[in-house]
């Protein structure tokens, strides 16, 4: 198991930009795909990028397609999630998550995810 931990939420005015970061421990993070995930109050949490364990091959929600950008830095087992351009409506707590190469494709989906984080609070105003 990899233990994650997600750094960079706060407080932002529509417009601006926040870039989280998602620490892992263990030395098989080269070979784990990564994704970041989100749930607003009141709703099921859903699916915002992945990332291969390559960084070669990279999915977006179409919701942030554009604005944010997913990146890897293998050499420090950290995951990004640089998000420009922010709405009210990505408001939520955002959740980095685990999957390991092995384990198949690049997944969208929560439950093909075997590690999570903690999550960190990530509030635009308006």
């Known amino acids: 198991q990899v233990q994650l931990v997600e750094t960079g939420g706060g407080l932002v005015q529509a417009g601006g930009s926040l870039r989280l970061s998602c620490a892992a421990s263990?030395?098989?993070?080269?070979?784990?795909?990564m994704g970041w995930f989100r749930q607003a109050p009141g709703k099921e949490r859903t699916f915002v990028a992945t990332i291969s364990w390559s960084g070669s091959i990279t999915y977006y929600a179409d919701s942030v397609k554009g604005r944010f950008t997913i990146s890897r830095d293998n050499a420090k087992n950290t995951v990004y999630l640089q998000m420009n351009s922010l709405k009210p409506e990505d408001t939520a707590v955002y959740y980095c998550?685990?999957?390991?190469?092995?384990?198949?494709?690049?997944?969208?989906?929560?439950?093909?995810?075997?590690?999570w984080g903690q999550g960190t609070q990530v509030t635009v105003s308006s």
């Open positions: 263990g030395r098989t993070f080269s070979s784990t795909a």
């Open positions: 998550a685990a999957r390991p190469a092995r384990w198949g494709n690049p997944s969208t989906t929560a439950p093909d995810f075997g590690s």
